[in-house]
């Protein structure tokens, strides 16, 4: 065996995450709420734990992948003690402060904490394809990275533990405010009679070139200083006028592009007229 592991919790995720060390040689032992999940793990070669502290006992490293946050507690209250000298690695879905909780919990029972999230679907688990952002006790993560990448595509984002939670929450933002705004121009494309589906194939040409625009957009964040990015705000803001205006005339909804206008008066009455798009970022704290 290359190693020892022990999952708790044999969802579709925590299924795929120890069928995943058990194909790789891995001495797997599984614990699930409902005992009969283990049945198809068993056949493959892992062991079953009758309790959730048993799993615990019989690795050095613990790979928790549960429901929710209520799950977690529950199962590591009845894991308490049986912790303590173990590496503690926590892949179900939550927020910075549960992960930050979860290690002061393993932190006062003498463990090593490491918060992972999950981006991906449990067939692509054991593939590049897959992305596990982590955090929490470095010591731990280069003691363990060679398992963990068993898993897929692995970051480290730092001693934190809630950083992982924050990546994921990032990642996720990107893609739903990308999407939004896609669904709304879809509205848009199809109230003028275009074909949807050949415009998507247009708009994939366009899609591609952003990552330098990100990029540049991210150092113009970081350093506060905000080149003309897409043209000063004075000439944008006269678009947007137009970009609402069409949308209005042709009955689909206006709000994102009536949000970004109103971003750009804000800061043009502000005196910033010649600053980029990026600059909007000195609006978006609350209360401002
Ligand atoms: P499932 O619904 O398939 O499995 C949930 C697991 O949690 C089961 O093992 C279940 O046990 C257990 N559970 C729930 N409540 C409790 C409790 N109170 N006490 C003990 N065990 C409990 O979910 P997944 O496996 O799909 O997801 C697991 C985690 O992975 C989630 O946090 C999810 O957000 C995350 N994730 C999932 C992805 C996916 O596509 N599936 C993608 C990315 C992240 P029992 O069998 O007894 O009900």
Known sequence: AV?????????DMGSAIAKAFVDRGYRT????RTASKSAPLVDAGATAAATAAEAVAASPLVVVCLLDGKAVDEVLGYVDAAVAGKV???LTSGSPGQARANERWAGERGAEYLDGKIMGDPPYVGTPRIMFPF????RAFDAHDSTLRELGSVTYHGEDAGLAAVEFMAQVAVGYELLIGYLHTLRLVQAEGVDVVEFTERIAGSVAAYPPLLTQMGKAVKNGYYPPDLGPLSVQA???????GHRESIGVEAVRMREVKELMDRRIADGHGGQGFSSLFELLARGR
């Open 3 to 11: 190693g020892q592991v022990s999952v708790l919790g044999l969802g």
């Open 29 to 32: 032992t599984v614990w699930n």
């Open 88 to 90: 503690l690695v926590n």
């Open 238 to 244: 006269a678009l947007m006028d137009d970009m609402i």
């Open 135 to 138: 955090s929490g006790s470095r």
